[in-house]
């Protein structure tokens, strides 16, 4: 039986970036009327990434600010389509990419659990029967029925991790969410990583604490410039990124 979960095939993905960027609207209107044309040079964001995550399987991606892992997760989540290669995933994932993401601030916690669940495909019935646990795995007691614009970034956290580990993933995404909740949850969520691992759910894991990557991942890789310089165990990894900031080389 094929138990590969993802599979990275020559992937690169760029963006087009403005060399000299109007300071405000006016200027950039300005300069179109004019036919002023804007001067763009390309970034890539990845380059040639191949990569093979197995069921069940912990993978840390790990690298300085800016080196794509974030980019990497949003690809293999369908929210960025690479320009080449092709990316293939087996299963249900749950991402929590960005703070807030599928979250509507203007609404309550309560609003924002049904909302965040039924984009994850989970029916009515379904979250009714999860929203105790939900409620109560987040710690948010009667802050549930006040608007998200009202919580703290941990509070949000909170709310989005307990939603996602809810819905019997068979991936999860995690772009260090857990860095701004508290020591206590975040205990709580190490615990449910690792039952998460036991029940075979293939986890990608992003962070720069490198305790964490070595406790909870399997494997991990390094990445710097889009590229990945280094792929081994999650303490190999660890160990090599560990270095190569001591020398100033990422």
Avoid at 62 to 90: F, Q, Y
């Amino acid at each position: 039986m094929n138990d590969l979960t993802i599979k990275i095939t020559d992937v690169s993905l760029k963006y087009r970036l403005a060399r000299e960027r109007p300071k405000t609207l006016q200027e950039y209107i300005v300069q179109r009327l004019k036919g002023k044309r804007l001067n763009y040079e390309d970034f890539w964001a990845l380059r040639d990434i191949n990569l093979e995550i197995r069921k069940g399987e912990t993978l840390g991606l790990i690298g300085p600010n800016g080196a794509g892992k974030s980019t990497l997760l949003k690809v293999i989540a369908g929210i960025l389509i690479p320009v080449v290669g092709d990316v293939t995933v087996n299963g249900k994932i749950a991402p929590l990419i960005e703070l807030g993401s599928g979250f509507n601030m203007e609404l309550t916690g309560k609003e924002n659990i049904y909302l965040n669940s039924s984009i994850l495909g989970l029916s009515r019935k379904e979250i009714d029967d999860r929203f105790e646990r939900i409620l109560a795995f987040s710690e948010l007691g009667d802050f549930i029925y006040s608007p998200l614009r009202t919580y703290s970034s941990g509070m949000v956290a909170r709310l989005g991790f307990s939603i996602a580990t809810e819905v019997d993933p068979d991936i999860l995404i995690i772009d260090e969410i857990l860095s701004v909740g508290d020591e206590h949850f975040r205990e709580k969520c190490d615990e449910r990583i690792l039952s998460f691992k036991e029940k075979g759910v293939t986890i990608l894991f992003v962070s720069h604490n490198m305790p964490d990557i070595k406790k909870l991942c399997d494997k991990a890789i390094c990445l710097k410039k889009g590229q990945i310089v280094f792929e081994g165990t999650s303490a190999d990894t660890a160990d090599f990124y560990m270095e190569q900031i001591s020398k100033e080389k990422i």
